[in-house]
């Protein structure tokens, strides 16, 4: 996609995120870009049915997840977005896996790049963050591209509770 369509559509999938968390996600796109990469969010708000679609087709492990988030009167209040190298969109490399997890982390938001590994796993790729080792040779999990609120569980966030800063 052009430039212009990719800011368009990042501008427009982050009115579907909860006022603190679209702050967080817009640092972490301006973080990604001033490294040269050039980030898409794939997607924000899913409603129910959609969630429900994705998990029937084995996309997705869970039935109410946090990109499901909405306000009491139903409006998209995501808490997660999928975030993608628009130059690479269907196969990210790893350097831009671990950068987009370093800057998620930094702005207190977590990714799935470890899910489903084993420890010994999950360490290489804390250590690799640590020590800024974006070429390291680490295994992925299952969701490496998705990015939500940290401090906050999907039961917490399903039962109304937001970040406060």
């Known amino acids: 996609m052009t430039e212009e369509q990719r800011k368009e559509r990042n501008a427009q999938r982050l009115t579907e995120c909860n006022p603190i968390f679209r ?4 640092a972490i796109l301006a973080d990604l870009e ?6 898409r969010i794939q997607e924000a708000w899913r409603s129910p049915a959609s969630q429900r679609q994705l998990l029937a087709d084995g996309f997705t492990k869970v039935g109410w997840g946090m ?7 139903g409006k998209p209040d995501s808490l997660a977005v999928d975030i993608l190298d628009d130059d690479q969109p269907n196969h990210e490399s790893t350097r831009f896996l671990l950068m987009l997890t370093a800057s998620a982390k930094a702005h207190g938001c977590v990714t799935g ?3 489903g590994l084993a420890q010994e796993d999950r360490d290489t790729i804390r250590s690799a963050i640590a020590s800024r080792d974006f070429d390291a040779k680490i295994e992925v999990g299952w969701d490496p591209c998705h990015v939500q609120i940290g401090g906050i569980s999907v039961q ?7 970040p406060d800063g």
């Not at 990109?67 to 009167?73: M, W």
């Open 23 to 26: 702050k967080k996600v817009a």
């Open 34 to 39: 001033g490294h040269g990469w050039r980030p």
């Open 67 to 73: 990109h499901n988030a909405a306000t009491e009167d």
């Open 113 to 115: 790049i470890d899910w």
């Open 156 to 162: 917490e966030a399903r039962t109304g509770e937001r």
